[in-house]
């Protein structure tokens, strides 16, 4: 039986593109390429790429990049978006959980929830951010962006539940102050137009474990700051008023 989000992006590459929150590319990969001080030297893995919208963008900048992600039908937008760009992006079908790489890139990006925290459970989500530890070089530099837990916990259920409301998609949420996971039904129009009922359930962390999972896994630098769509800064302190959050850490 397929997951909620391995049935949401097998038919969904067009709206996904169109979604509010893909339309921050430029900003976000201008913000990776002060991060990595624009050395075209490195290698970077993207862990979730999707359509690959920064993989194609860092590819025309020059980068060497490539793209890992679990939908086939997402992977096939991306090799049509590399090819429109006339650029070259090695994207390979894989499941984060498991290790693929090791000791092999400069620099890990894992953006808009590519597969962390989306795993049904927390052992999941760690083997994700445990492959991507993997994958980095001695002295390599991850970047991700999560959900941030402080949100819901700093407003009532009742005012989170009716936050996550978009244009009256999702309904019936349920957030659960002890594992901090959000369960709700959405309703989506897939690119052929039908209607499909997903049961979602995400998993949100406050930064404390994030410091300490990313610790375990012998990152020494951890930096955690507030995200902002296509607006990446170090100068935006994480409130309770952020969604996600930016992660930067350093082995």
């Not at 962390?205 to 769509?229: A, M, R």
Request: include cysteine; charge should be negative; proline fraction near 2%.
């Amino acid at each position: 039986m397929k997951q909620w989000y391995e049935e949401l992006f097998t038919n969904y590459a067009n709206k996904y593109e169109n979604e509010v929150f893909t339309q921050g590319t430029i900003g976000e990969v201008d913000f990776i390429e002060n991060e990595i001080n624009k050395d075209k030297n490195i290698k970077i893995l993207d862990i979730g790429c999707g359509t690959g919208r920064h993989d194609v963008e860092l590819a025309k900048r020059g980068y060497n990049v490539t793209g890992i992600d679990l939908s086939p039908s997402m992977l096939e937008r991306a090799n049509e978006n590399a090819r429109k760009a006339d650029v070259n992006i090695d994207f390979q079908i894989a499941d984060a959980r498991n290790p693929h790489f090791e000791n092999e890139f400069d620099l890990v990006i894992m953006l808009c929830e590519g597969g962390f925290p989306l795993m049904e459970t927390d052992e999941m989500n760690f083997q994700i951010l445990e492959n991507a530890a993997r994958a980095l070089k001695k002295g390599g530099k991850f970047i991700f962006t999560t959900l941030n837990g402080l949100y819901p916990l700093f407003h009532s259920v009742k005012d989170f539940m009716d936050s996550n409301m978009v244009d009256g998609v999702s309904k019936d949420n349920s957030f659960d102050l002890m594992t901090f996971r959000d369960k709700s039904k959405i309703e989506i129009d897939d690119d052929n137009g039908n209607l499909r009922v997903l049961d979602c359930n995400e998993r949100y962390y406050v930064p404390s474990e994030i410091t300490w999972l990313l610790k375990s896994l012998k990152f020494n630098k951890i930096d955690i700051y507030g995200c902002k769509i296509g607006n990446y800064s170090r100068d935006d302190a994480l409130t309770t008023e952020d969604y996600e959050m930016l992660v930067i850490a350093e082995l």
